[in-house]
């Protein structure tokens, strides 16, 4: 069966790619790839996404969402996508032992926040550990907090952070930064920031109690430890798009982002792209959902313009 629409990735693109192409009565497989639901299943209260005045916890928006997608008649296949082939008609896109072929394709499959790896950040995770600033800084008013990573991500975030936190102590493993020397800069210059260098964060506490108290750290060189207090620990240590299988088929940047080109269109006539598989830049839960809805637009007026 050769489906219309598929849709590889189930986040706030994914999903809002699904819900408009269904209603468009055009039937989307959503494959909901490694971490079904997307970055919003990893964090807690939502309080920016317009709509919700008391906020919405993510995993309970995503559910919403995939709700509303499946009352349309979008279809979801657990499972991620292992290859595509996208130089026939209509596509194959393979997901473990499931071969789908689609007319058109809705690349949504995000991008995942390196972690440190680490049990008690995996286990804090939306309990005072977090790898959006700019989702969660706002929880954090009148607190000490930490901030992980040595590159401009890092020196945004920390800087951003000063507007709620009381303090900021940005951890780095090296003593040299990747950052750019104007976001060091800035970050130097702000009084609420602190740096400590070359030490590495061991373990965040305190997983027993369920919430963040500080973290452990070692000297990269000495070994020496000890625990810096902090209520909120952020990791800022870059992000990853999801785009491995994509590789040599459809045009990517440096960093492996994929590019889109006038709104979600692809190098690939019928490919689209939306979400933070395709932007470094805002990265946010109702950007993701507006280029979901861009794609899908994009993707039905295309299946139209080709007589589908
Ligand atoms: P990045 O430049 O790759 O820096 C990642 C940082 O995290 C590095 O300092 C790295 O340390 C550290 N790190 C990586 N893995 C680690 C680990 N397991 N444990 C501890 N530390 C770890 O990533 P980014 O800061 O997200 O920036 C990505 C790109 O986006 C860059 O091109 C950047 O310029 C751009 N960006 C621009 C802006 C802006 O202009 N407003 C803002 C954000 C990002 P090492 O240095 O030791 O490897």
């Not at 209603?23 to 497989?29: G, Q, T």
């Not at 609420?192 to 965040?204: A, C, G, N, R």
């Not at 982002?257 to 006539?269: K, M, S, W």
Request: glycine share 12%.
């Amino acid at each position: 069966m050769v489906h219309n629409v598929l849709i590889i990735g189930s986040g706030c693109a994914g999903l809002t790619a699904a819900i408009y192409t269904a209603r468009a009565n055009l039937k989307p497989i959503v494959i909901d790839g490694y971490e079904p639901g997307g970055q919003l299943t990893l964090t807690t209260e939502v309080e920016n996404y317009p709509g919700f005045p008391n906020g919405i916890l993510g995993p309970q928006l995503i559910e919403n969402m995939r709700k509303q997608a499946q009352r349309f008649g979008a279809e979801f296949k657990a499972g991620a996508v292992t290859a595509v082939a996208l130089d026939r008609r209509p596509f194959v896109v393979t997901a473990g032992k499931e071969v789908y072929e689609c007319k058109a394709l809705i690349v949504a499959a995000g991008a995942s926040a390196r972690l440190l790896g680490l049990e008690s950040e995996r286990k804090l995770m939306g309990h005072g550990v977090s790898t959006c600033a700019t989702c969660d800084g706002y929880f954090f008013r009148g607190k000490e907090i930490v901030v992980i990573g040595g590159g401009d991500s890092a020196m945004e975030e920390a800087t951003f952070l000063t507007k709620f936190a009381s303090k900021v102590t940005l951890i780095h493993r090296r003593n040299e930064f990747r950052a750019s020397k104007i976001m060091l800069d800035r970050a130097h210059k702000n009084e609420k920031i602190q740096f400590l260098t070359p030490y590495i964060v061991e373990e965040v506490l305190d997983v027993e109690k369920g919430v963040v108290e500080g973290v452990r750290v070692r000297h990269a060189g000495n070994g020496e430890i000890k625990t810096i207090p902090a209520e909120g620990a952020f990791i800022a240590i870059g992000h990853t798009p999801n785009t491995k299988v994509f590789e040599g088929k459809l045009e990517m940047d440096a960093a492996g982002y994929l590019g889109a080109r006038n709104g979600t269109l692809t190098n690939v006539e019928g490919v689209f792209v939306c979400g933070d598989v395709q932007d470094h830049r805002y990265r946010q839960a109702v950007t993701a959902a507006g280029s979901g809805c861009m794609a899908a637009i994009d993707a039905e007026r295309w299946l139209e313009s080709q007589g589908h």
